[in-house]
């Protein structure tokens, strides 16, 4: 019993958003280990205020897309964070309240996402996740 919850929480992927402690800023990305993702930047991170939350491969690099592509806008200039990994995941804090709400909201849509798949319909999770999310963040 040990080995097969060991296993399925094994593919948690946790989209996280982590709060610069210096700058303004915060990073929009998908581990299996935030903690030790945030170990490998180079950056010093406000951890009381960074969230993270479990799904599966497939909805969590949904998730990070969708909220990559929503808040472009607020991207920070590549340049100014330096070339390397994760380089353009980087956001201006200005969105982090609509984020951290966002994923909230969305890990409530599935309760025990860790280590539960989600149901495979023809519209997929996120699909009908982002359809009720939409009347509840309009833009």
């Known amino acids: 019993m040990k080995k097969a919850l060991a296993a399925l929480l094994a593919r948690t992927h946790y989209v996280y958003l982590l709060v ?12 299996i280990n935030p903690t030790f993702r945030a170990q490998q930047l180079r950056h010093k991170f406000n951890l009381s205020m960074s969230v993270q939350a479990g799904f599966t491969k497939k909805q969590a690099y949904q998730i990070e897309k969708y909220l990559h592509s929503r808040f472009k806008d607020l991207n920070v200039d590549r340049r100014e964070m330096g070339r390397g990994d ?54």
């Open 20 to 31: 610069d402690r210096e700058k303004h800023i915060f990073k929009i990305g998908v581990s």
């Open 86 to 139: 994760g380089s353009t995941e980087w956001f201006s804090f200005d969105c982090f309240p609509a984020c951290r709400n966002f994923l909230r909201d969305a890990a409530a849509l599935v309760p025990l996402a860790r280590i539960r798949p989600a149901p495979s319909k023809k519209k997929d999770w996120v699909g009908n996740c982002f359809d009720l999310l939409a009347k509840m963040y309009p833009q």
